[in-house]
């Protein structure tokens, strides 16, 4: 038995330095481990029609809006959708300064995954920006969140059926 828990434990550890290769402490996952680097930013002087543009472009959901430097808010296509496009405003007329969230919810690159999952489970949000010192330094979406589930779930599966643990 000793060996096949061993063996796991290779196989989990191996798992988590896919995600996060600096791991020496413990076996947390942190934000800062998990989070996608590439984050469009625009200026809140930005019409929401380019916005919109910018954001079917790159397939992204939102944008993080920033000024001189510091990210002020955040724009999902859910805003474009209530704050504009149902209350048929002019696009090209208006801008993200008027329509983003300006308190958005962010998270520290050390936040453990599993309180980052909580965050975004209790206010109801897909995506979660990772920020520090007034700078989002990447994001962490839903489908990142069962991209990395996926990928572990797997890892054990395949352990558990080569060891014959299923």
Same mark, same amino acid.
């Given at each position: 038995?000793?060996? +096949?828990?061993? =063996?796991?434990?290779?196989?989990?550890?191996?798992?988590?330095? *896919?995600?996060?290769?600096?791991?020496?402490?413990?076996?947390?996952?942190?934000?800062?481990?998990?989070?996608? *680097?590439?984050?469009?930013?625009?200026?809140?002087?930005?019409?929401?029609?380019?916005?919109?543009?910018?954001?079917m472009n790159?397939?992204?959901?939102?944008?993080?809006?920033?000024?001189?430097? +510091?990210?002020?808010?955040?724009?999902?296509?859910?805003?474009?959708?209530?704050?504009?496009?149902?209350?048929?405003?002019?696009?090209?007329?208006?801008?993200?300064?008027? =329509?983003?969230?300006?308190?958005?919810?962010y998270v520290?690159?050390?936040?453990?995954?599993?309180?980052?999952?909580?965050?975004?489970?209790?206010?109801?949000?897909?995506?979660?920006?990772?920020?520090?010192?007034?700078?989002?330094?990447?994001?962490?979406?839903?489908?990142d969140i069962?991209? =990395?589930?996926?990928?572990?779930?797997?890892?054990?599966?395949?352990?558990?059926?080569?060891?014959?643990?299923?």
């Amino acid at each position: 038995m000793a060996p +096949k828990l061993i =063996i796991f434990s290779v196989k989990f550890y191996g798992y988590l330095f *896919k995600y996060a290769p600096n791991i020496t402490k413990s076996m947390v996952l942190n934000a800062g481990d998990i989070m996608r *680097k590439e984050v469009d930013t625009v200026s809140g002087e930005v019409t929401v029609l380019d916005a919109s543009r910018i954001m079917m472009n790159n397939s992204a959901g939102f944008l993080i809006v920033e000024r001189d430097g +510091k990210s002020v808010g955040i724009v999902t296509e859910w805003d474009i959708l209530v704050k504009v496009t149902s209350k048929q405003l002019d696009p090209s007329k208006t801008y993200l300064r008027d =329509i983003m969230t300006k308190s958005f919810i962010y998270v520290g690159p050390d936040t453990p995954t599993n309180r980052v999952v909580s965050i975004m489970k209790e206010n109801k949000i897909r995506r979660i920006p990772v920020v520090e010192n007034g700078h989002v330094q990447g994001v962490i979406t839903s489908r990142d969140i069962i991209r =990395i589930f996926e990928d572990y779930m797997d890892n054990i599966a395949e352990v558990s059926s080569r060891y014959g643990m299923d």
